[in-house]
């Protein structure tokens, strides 16, 4: 297991959890807003929908559904 931050908040995931999983998995439905303000999260799991986009250490617009959780991380929503 490894812990990682959403929204300030510490989480445990399994080791191989991606970022937008280890969100899913911590009960946050919506990652971001639509420029209409819509509700967004992912869509395709894949990296082609960009619906998954989160602020990862700092990165805005990462696609999380891309990236590795890994200890210490932290993750930002809308």
Do not use: W
């Not at 510490?10 to 819509?38: M, N, Y």
């Not at 990862?56 to 200890?71: F, K, L, N, W, Y």
């Amino acid at each position: 297991m490894i812990e990682l931050f959403i929204n300030g908040r510490g989480f445990f995931v399994k080791e191989g959890t991606t970022a937008a999983a280890a969100v899913l998995t911590c009960g946050t439905a919506q990652f971001r807003s639509s420029v209409t303000g819509e509700p967004r999260a992912p869509l395709c799991g894949m990296g082609i929908c960009y619906e998954c986009r989160l602020t990862i250490d700092g990165v805005q617009h990462a696609r999380s559904c891309r990236i590795m959780a890994t200890e210490g991380m932290r993750i930002e929503t809308t």
